[in-house]
């Protein structure tokens, strides 16, 4: 058997970003980048543009740039945080959490589609994803990161 699964979910998991940007660009005029960042704000508690920065792996001029967007399009509200500071508080607005209710079941209703089309089982698949992101995260904060 060859050794190539980095390799393959490397690419699975372009091809399913590039797909998922061109499906929401089309059908939402939102791109996956800014779903993603609705996404973590909303599910992963990323409260502050710093947070946010850090989920994304990107800078903080750069969130304050896509959050400033996102606010403008009424999915994301951005507070000054209360503790002073040049930090800003964020969270979704009712738009936003509709936007990203709707998108993530309609993703897994599609994502369960092509597992199911590649002969996969749907339950193993999700169910070994959950294990390896578990160990992932298990394995990173015994590292101290």
Do not use: C, I, W
Not at 51 to 70: F, I, K
Not at 90 to 118: I, M, Y
Request: hydrophobic share 40%; glycine share 8%; no cysteine.
């Amino acid at each position: 058997m060859e050794r190539d699964l980095s390799l393959n979910l490397h690419v699975l998991t372009a091809r399913l970003d590039r797909a998922a940007d061109r499906l929401l660009r089309a059908e939402r005029d939102v791109s996956y980048s800014r779903f993603l960042a609705l996404t973590l704000v909303g599910e992963l508690g990323a409260t502050t543009q710093r947070v946010l920065a850090d989920y994304l792996g990107v800078t903080e001029p750069s969130v304050s740039r896509m959050t400033g967007v996102l606010a403008a399009d009424g999915l994301l509200d951005v507070r000054p945080d209360p503790g002073g500071g040049n930090r800003r508080q964020l969270s979704l607005t009712d738009e936003g959490k509709q936007l990203v209710a709707s998108v993530r079941q309609d993703f897994e209703d599609r994502l369960a589609a092509l597992v199911a089309a590649s002969g996969v089982p749907y339950a193993e698949y999700a169910e070994y994803t959950a294990r390896l992101l578990e160990t992932f995260d298990r394995m990173e904060r015994e590292a101290g990161r």
